[in-house]
């Protein structure tokens, strides 16, 4: 059981490159996110996805796109870097249920933008 | 508003018992309270959940307050590994900026 996947570990963009981070989960989770934690400070929520073909913003969607085509992949698209875009992104998953509500995260993507 | 409150930061000597606050004046009444914690270099990970009683496992305690208001997460003997930033939630999607627990040994 592999939790949840996140591709690539690191990565460095030039402004305006586009790239899309992935994210998969293998726990046939309904809902999956994705943060950005910037340098000392807490998580921040881009986007989230409640089920397969359903996507909602979060607190700091500008400048990201996601889709949710099946269960277990939720990736993360940036069109066009910006240097304000580098930071430590995370994807989790959880079950609707109220008695598992725990979140599973993913280990991180750290992306720098130059 | 689904943002809760916690102090920025705290500290504590080793093997001392730690009881970390959390604010959620705003919650509603079918609103679990989560608790997650990161330590450094890593991703969030799962450590209690409650609704209404209080709880207990094997990482933490969870006392909620009676209006639900506000809950406290104690750590019954911190350890140099339970240096960490702790997260309250009240949604599992909205994490704040949590509380950075310093541990003195």
């Known amino acids: 059981n592999a939790g949840v996947t996140q591709t690539p570990k690191f990565q460095v963009l030039k402004t305006g490159q586009s790239m899309t981070l992935q994210c998969a989960q293998d726990?046939?989770?309904?809902?999956m996110s994705w943060y950005r934690q910037d340098p000392g400070m807490g998580l921040r929520l881009i986007h989230y996805s409640v089920g397969a073909g359903i996507t909602d913003q979060g607190e700091v969607p500008n400048g990201y796109n996601v889709s949710r085509s099946t269960t277990e992949d939720f990736p993360l698209r940036l069109l066009s870097a910006a240097p304000s875009q580098t930071s430590v992104y995370f994807c989790a998953s959880s079950t609707r249920s109220a008695n598992r509500p725990e979140a599973f995260f993913g280990q991180g993507t750290r992306l720098t933008v130059v | 508003d689904a943002k809760t409150t916690q102090p920025n930061s705290m500290e504590s000597n080793e093997e001392e018992p730690v009881h970390l606050p959390c604010n959620h004046s705003?919650?509603?009444?079918?609103?679990?309270i989560h608790w997650y914690r990161q330590l450094p270099s890593q991703g969030p990970e799962y450590v209690i959940h409650?609704?209404?009683s209080n709880v207990n496992n094997r990482m933490a305690s969870l006392a909620i307050a009676e209006d639900r208001k506000s809950s406290t997460l104690i750590l019954h003997r911190a350890t140099l590994r339970d240096a960490a930033v702790y997260y309250c939630?009240?949604?599992?999607?909205?994490f704040g900026a949590g509380t950075i627990l310093r541990v003195k040994s």
């Open positions: 705003t919650i509603s009444g079918t609103d679990y």
């Open positions: 409650g609704l209404t």
């Open positions: 939630t009240r949604d599992k999607l909205v």
């Open positions: 726990m046939n989770h309904e809902y």
